[in-house]
């Protein structure tokens, strides 16, 4: 499958072609993203990663915590109605789920561009990027950023 998705191809390629061949463990997976129009039904509800995961990318684990922590709180504010509590976590959770989620087809398009001049344009910016952070940390050494000043009355 690897070979033949990569038939002409240049660079080391065939080198590598050669050493995948030579595995004896090689393994494969996907990455993909299911989007559920609800997160529960009836007395069953999804958190974690099964309801708002935005692998690859992080804050999955704070995303979790914070979903657990919404969903205990509406449990806690009717018990005896958890149908009910789980669409409150669901509405309050999304704000903070469903904008990172709409990202994701932006960043993994960045991350694992379809076209040369876009794996080119990834390398260079990877390449250009710690020289831009220690640029911005030596700015901010020699002339630190002030804090605007509050005046009390």
Same mark, same amino acid.
């Given at each position: 499958?690897? #070979? *033949?998705?990569? =038939?002409? !191809?240049?660079?080391?390629?065939?080198?590598?072609?050669?050493?995948?061949?030579? @595995?004896?463990?090689?393994?494969?997976?996907?990455?993909? %993203?299911?989007?559920?129009?609800?997160?529960?039904?009836?007395?069953? =509800?999804?958190?974690?990663? #099964?309801?708002?995961?935005?692998?690859?990318? !992080?804050?999955?684990?704070?995303? @979790?915590?914070?979903?657990?922590?919404?969903?205990? !709180?509406?449990? $806690?504010?009717? +018990?005896?109605?958890?149908?009910?509590?789980? $669409?409150?976590?669901?509405?309050? *959770?999304?704000?903070?789920?469903?904008?990172? %989620?709409?990202?994701?087809?932006?960043?993994?398009?960045?991350?694992?561009?379809?076209?040369?001049?876009?794996?080119? =344009?990834?390398?260079?910016?990877?390449?250009?990027?710690?020289?831009?952070?220690?640029?911005?940390?030596?700015?901010? %050494?020699?002339?630190?950023?002030?804090? +605007?000043? %509050?005046?009390?009355?």
């Amino acid at each position: 499958m690897l #070979a *033949h998705a990569h =038939v002409g !191809g240049g660079w080391r390629l065939p080198e590598l072609l050669d050493r995948v061949r030579a @595995a004896g463990d090689l393994w494969l997976d996907s990455v993909s %993203q299911v989007r559920m129009d609800r997160w529960s039904n009836g007395r069953v =509800v999804l958190v974690g990663d #099964a309801a708002s995961s935005v692998s690859l990318f !992080g804050d999955g684990t704070t995303l @979790a915590m914070a979903g657990a922590h919404t969903l205990a !709180g509406e449990l $806690a504010a009717t +018990p005896a109605d958890p149908p009910s509590a789980f $669409a409150r976590y669901e509405a309050k *959770h999304r704000t903070l789920t469903d904008p990172r %989620q709409g990202a994701i087809g932006t960043a993994a398009r960045l991350i694992v561009p379809a076209t040369r001049t876009g794996i080119a =344009v990834r390398n260079l910016a990877s390449r250009l990027w710690p020289a831009a952070a220690a640029a911005g940390w030596a700015r901010n %050494q020699i002339a630190p950023r002030r804090q +605007p000043s %509050q005046t009390t009355t």
